[in-house]
């Protein structure tokens, strides 16, 4: 996500590095860059300009501090600028009622369907919601079964009525059916519709209209760009929805639509959703994506992650271990399941500042895993409680169980020593869980 923006938007505060101070004449270049950029990001030229000459205004009204460079205020006038754009803060999800009805809408192939499966297992999970999810794509039979698929996988009921094909009355049947029956939430996943398409954007409407729902989401496609924007703005007219939704944050999007919908609509992007993992769905944070976007990584978001998967009792014992010297091969392992639970090993590393340009060529995912989890499970519980026991014979049983060569088994060993070492010197080898804490107050 926004990898190309990143790399354009360093170059252009490159030239002004070395300057003495902010002035007209030596910003222009980097304005003009800047403006380049946000256009080959897919930002309208309308909204690129506003946001340039909102840039060049607060630039040249800033008495720049002695102690800071000026390409360092530019840095911080842009970060502010973006964060702006994209809607400043956070913004909550309305899921009040009884129950609370999300109403999900958006185009064909926009990814509604895994959203509001997505939107399901968050409610449960994080705001301990009982959810019931709504099968209203009555166009798509895939889509009724898909559905049923991911409340199975979410542990989320789902109602659908497969001889009647009025998405209105199946909605509102929901709905009775989850007051008599105690669900806190109603999520309706209606079908995919074009902008142009009248009829459905009327059946659309009057699903609003019979159902009242506290949220209406709009799903878009964050890889189509500039015209996820217009059709927003399409939807928006009919529907008046409440926030946006975008989806597919991981595949190869330049990220206009992220930097210009709240400017069309009015209206905030509520969450990013990424990969088909289930727990793949974000709250959207205008600011730590505006760090993202200028380098700054995005340690936040890495330490909640680190919070949802994290043991406190667990973490003692492992603190214990590493200060004992008596972290073992089955820890090791037991941790690459946490790390892998909290997603895509490059999207995680990227949040550190510094390391996502660092690592930007580099092929790296959770598959990067296997070898290691094979070579660990090939061991015998002694041979991972006992690392030094395990001799040459031993090592090459173990590379034969795996599938891999001694030479791997040999590496592993040796970063496993060397991660020892690491933890066992780290001063602060409670550092996270004290980070952890501060945050939960």
């Known amino acids: ?99 609370g009805i999300v109403l999900v809408a958006g185009l064909q192939g926009s990814g509604k369907t895994t959203f509001s499966g997505k939107l399901a297992l968050n409610c449960k999970s994080k705001r301990s919601q009982r959810v019931l999810l709504v099968a209203g794509d009555v166009y798509r039979p895939a889509a009724i079964e898909q559905l049923k698929v991911l409340g ?18 199946i909605s509102k049947n929901a709905i009775a059916k989850a007051k008599q029956a105690g669900y806190s939430l109603v999520i309706i996943d209606t079908a995919g519709r074009l902008a142009v398409d009248e009829e459905m954007m009327n059946e659309i409407a009057a699903i609003k209209k019979a159902v009242n729902p506290t949220e209406i989401l709009f799903v878009v496609d964050a890889m189509t760009g500039q015209d996820a924007v217009e059709t927003a703005k399409a939807f928006n007219d009919r529907l008046d929805f409440d ?50 976007i200028l380098g700054m990584g995005d340690v936040v978001s890495l330490v909640e992650k680190a919070q949802e998967q994290y043991d406190e009792e667990e973490a003692r014992k492992l603190h214990k271990k590493i200060a004992k010297d008596q972290f073992t091969l089955t820890d090791f392992y037991s941790q690459i399941q946490q790390i892998k639970k909290m997603g895509n090993i490059k999207e995680l590393a990227s949040m550190i500042p510094g390391v996502g340009k660092a690592i930007k060529d580099v092929d790296m995912d959770n598959a990067s895993f296997k070898s290691i989890e094979a070579i660990i499970q090939s061991m015998t519980l002694y041979e991972r409680e006992n690392p030094s026991a395990i001799n040459g014979s031993r090592r ?10 001694i030479v791997e088994v040999n590496r592993l060993l040796k970063q496993f020593e060397g991660t020892k070492k690491v933890m066992k010197n780290m001063s602060g080898a409670g550092a996270a869980s004290k980070m952890m804490k501060k945050k939960r107050k």
Request: glycine share 8%; charged share 30%.
């Open 1 to 99: 996500m926004f990898e190309s923006l990143i790399d354009r938007l360093e170059s252009s505060f490159k030239l002004i590095k070395g300057q003495g101070r902010i002035t007209e004449i030596n910003i222009s270049e980097t304005l003009k860059d800047i403006r380049k950029a946000l256009l080959d990001a897919d930002v309208s030229y309308k909204i690129a300009k506003s946001f340039c000459d909102d840039v060049k205004q607060k630039a040249l009204g800033q008495d720049v501090l002695k102690a800071v460079r000026p390409e360092q205020m530019m840095i911080k006038i842009v970060h502010d600028e973006l964060a702006d754009l994209m809607g400043s803060e956070a913004s909550e999800i309305n899921i009040k009622g009884n129950p």
């Open 243 to 292: 926030g946006v939704v975008l989806t597919k944050m991981d595949g190869d999007t330049r990220g206009g639509a992220a930097l210009s919908i709240k400017a069309v609509v009015n209206k905030p992007i509520k969450f990013i959703s990424s990969g088909e993992k289930m727990e793949a769905l974000d709250i959207f944070y205008p600011k730590r994506i505006a760090d993202r």
């Open 396 to 405: 090459k049983r173990i590379a034969a169980g795996s599938g891999t060569s």
């Open 152 to 169: 199975e996988q979410i542990g989320v009921d789902v109602y659908s009525e497969d001889d009647v094909k009025d998405p209105v009355k």
